[in-house]
C-alpha cells in the first residue's frame, strides 16, 4: 500500500471490498490466524475529534493483529494545537516516520486533505468534516451483506440530516453494487450535494428523495424497505424528518409495525432523538452488530491494503 490514501469508500475497489468481506466473516477467526500479523508495524492513531467507536475499534483491530499504536486524542495534546500551531505539514511528515499507516479524524475536512499530502505513510479517514466517513460505511454494508446475504437489487431507505459524513460513505458505497435503490427523507433545506446526486444520477436513477416521512409513505409501500438507515446529527439539530412539519422523525412502535417484519435497521451511532431504546429489543436492531463488527472489518482493511494478505473463502492462506 505505497501511500494509499482512503479517504471515500469509492478510493476501495470492489474487488477489495469483497476481499475485506470475506476476510471479516472469519470474525475472532481472523485474529487467531492472524494474530502476529502486524507485529513490528504501528499505527498512527489521530483523533482530532473525539470517537467511541472508530478510535477502539481500529486500535483494538490492530492490537489483536500484533500490532502497536501511537497516537493523540485531542489536537492539543500535539504541537499542533494553540501551544505551537505546528503546521499540519510538518505534522503529517514527522508522524509518518514514526508509524506504518494513520488513521485520522477531523473536524476540519482541508486538515486531513493537506494531512494525505504529506504523509509518506497510508493513510486512512476516520471520518474527515461532514465530507465522508469510510470505514463506517463498509461496517454496514459488510453487516447488511452478511444478514441480508445481499447487498445488490436491496431497496434501501435513509433518514438524515445532511450534510452528514456518514451518510455519504453509505450512499455512495452502494453504487459499487448493482441496482440498489436509495430514498432519502431530508428535511426541507437539506439537500444532498451534487456529489452525492451526481454519482446515483444513473440511468437507472438510484436516488430518490422526499421531504417528510408521509410524502415517502404516500407513495412507496414500506414492505419494499430492506434497511432503514437512520443518520441523525444532533437532538437539538432541526427535526429529522417529519410527520407533520412540527414534529421530529421517530421511529415508534407504531411506525416500525409499518414495515416489514425483517426489516433491517441501522444508525451510526451516537443515537440522540430518533431511535427509542424499545428498538434494541426487537430483531431488526442491527446497529450494536455493525458497531461489534468494527475490529473485523477494520482488521480486514489492514490485511487486505496494508499486509497484502489474501485468503480463500474457506479461510486458507494463500
Ligand atoms: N460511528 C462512529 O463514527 O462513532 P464514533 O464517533 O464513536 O467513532
Not at 422526499?210 to 409513505?217: L, P
Amino acid at each position: 500500500m505505497p501511500n494509499r490514501i482512503i479517504s471515500s469508500i469509492l478510493d476501495l475497489t470492489r474487488e477489495e471490498i469483497n476481499d475485506i468481506f470475506m476476510y471479516a466473516a472469519a470474525g475472532t477467526g481472523l485474529f487467531h490466524r492472524f494474530r502476529t500479523k502486524a507485529q513490528g508495524s504501528i499505527l498512527g492513531s489521530l483523533f482530532f475529534q473525539p470517537s467511541t467507536r472508530t478510535a477502539l475499534s481500529f486500535k483494538s483491530a490492530f492490537i489483536r493483529l500484533g500490532g502497536s499504536c501511537i497516537g493523540f486524542s485531542d489536537i492539543e495534546e500535539s504541537r499542533a494545537g494553540i501551544s505551537a500551531n505546528e503546521s499540519v505539514a510538518d505534522t503529517a511528515q514527522i508522524v509518518s516516520k514514526y508509524c506504518d499507516c494513520i488513521i485520522l479524524r477531523t473536524t476540519d475536512p482541508s486538515i486531513f486533505e493537506e494531512f494525505a499530502e504529506y504523509s509518506t505513510v497510508p493513510i486512512i479517514s476516520a471520518g474527515h468534516g461532514q465530507v465522508e466517513h469510510p470505514t463506517q460505511a463498509l461496517l454496514d454494508l459488510f453487516t447488511i451483506h452478511q444478514v441480508l446475504g445481499r447487498v445488490d437489487a436491496l431497496n434501501v431507505l435513509v433518514i438524515a440530516q445532511l450534510p452528514k459524513r456518514t451518510m455519504h460513505s453509505f450512499v455512495l458505497g452502494t453504487t459499487l453494487w448493482r441496482d440498489v435503490i436509495v430514498h432519502l427523507i431530508t428535511p426541507p433545506g437539506h439537500a444532498p450535494e451534487e456529489g452525492i446526486t451526481k454519482a446515483l444520477a444513473g440511468p437507472p436513477r438510484r436516488l430518490h428523495t422526499w421531504e417528510s416521512f408521509n410524502e415517502f409513505a404516500d407513495h412507496i409501500d414500506l414492505e419494499t424497505i430492506d434497511v432503514i438507515n437512520i443518520e441523525e446529527t444532533r437532538a437539538d439539530f432541526e427535526p429529522l424528518a417529519h410527520f407533520t412539519r412540527q414534529e421530529p422523525f421517530v421511529l415508534t412502535a407504531d411506525v416500525l409495525r409499518r414495515f416489514r417484519r425483517d426489516v433491517f435497521i441501522t444508525h451510526p451511532l451516537p443515537r440522540f432523538c430518533s431511535l427509542p431504546r424499545f428498538i434494541d429489543e426487537t430483531p431488526n436492531a442491527q446497529y450494536f452488530q455493525v458497531a461489534a463488527n468494527g475490529p473485523f472489518v477494520r482488521a480486514a482493511l489492514f490485511l487486505r491494503l496494508l499486509f497484502h494478505e489474501s485468503i480463500d473463502i474457506e479461510g486458507q492462506q494463500h
